[in-house]
């Protein structure tokens, strides 16, 4: 079965920039969707296919997607982004989730 | 508003049964793909199943995990998606989440990311 992997943690200094990586076999040929987490709440849909953003989403977060890995970007961190997130794919019609990573912002 | 509302999640004993409904509002259901998506405590996301509409053929898929044990219906009459989970093991125990995609690009509802959640129902399997 099909496996993404993401870093346990990741740790950004308040206003700088933060990358989350997402492995996976070629999944540069894939749609790769991106959540966010706070604890409590349920998941928030913040980057879409591969680079897009929902309606809502600032502009700090972008994505990327090549070869073995996709990146999610957040710059100009804020506390606020203190959360968890979790790449997604579609791998033989299911969905396949990343384990997460805590991003947390000194 | 749009909005997702899960319920029936509770206290079940290992081996038994129980059914979560999620009732939609605000969007049309009837074209709607719904997924479930659980996540035990402290764990990551999990994808349950998903049931396509009726007018793309209705195909259910699950993950392997659940696949002969859960059953995934929908009623788009009530605007209603179900999960009837049976022969309940504690490791099924999490918050369950229904979500579906409703992001267009060019009038096309793409399929394959969820923009819309509920906000789940917690469901533990123990004795």
């Known amino acids: 079965s099909y496996e993404l992997t993401q870093p346990l943690s990741v740790s950004v200094a308040l206003g700088q920039t933060a990358s989350i990586t997402c492995g996976g076999d070629?999944?540069?040929?894939?749609?790769v969707h991106w959540y966010q987490q706070r604890p409590g709440q349920a998941p928030v849909l913040v980057i879409y296919r591969d680079k897009n953003r929902p309606s809502g989403i600032p502009e700090r977060f972008s994505g990327s997607n090549s070869g073995t890995t996709a990146t999610l970007t957040i710059s100009r961190a804020q506390a606020g982004d203190e959360a968890d997130y979790y790449c997604?794919?579609?791998?033989?019609?299911?969905?396949?989730f990343g384990g997460g990573t805590k991003l947390t912002v000194l | 508003e749009v909005q997702l509302v899960e319920s029936g999640g509770g206290l079940v004993k290992p081996g038994g049964s129980l059914r979560l409904s999620c009732v939609a509002s605000g969007f049309t259901f009837n074209d709607a793909w719904m997924s479930w998506v659980r996540q035990a405590p402290g764990k990551g996301l999990e994808w349950v199943g998903r049931?396509?509409?009726?007018?793309?053929?209705?195909?259910?898929n699950y993950a392997a995990s659940v696949k002969g044990r859960f059953t995934i219906s929908r009623d788009d009459s009530k605007t209603t998606l179900y999960l009837h989970m049976t022969s309940l093991k504690t490791e099924d125990t999490a918050v369950y989440y229904c979500?579906?995609?409703?992001?267009?690009?060019?009038?096309?509802?793409?399929?394959?990311?969820?923009?819309?959640w509920g906000q789940g129902t917690m469901v533990i399997v123990s004795s």
């Open positions: 049931v396509k509409s009726k007018t793309a053929g209705g195909t259910i």
């Open positions: 070629n999944i540069g040929f894939k749609n």
């Open positions: 979500a579906t995609p409703t992001i267009t690009i060019s009038g096309v509802v793409i399929r394959d990311a969820f923009d819309m």
């Open positions: 997604q794919v579609w791998d033989s019609f299911t969905v396949v």
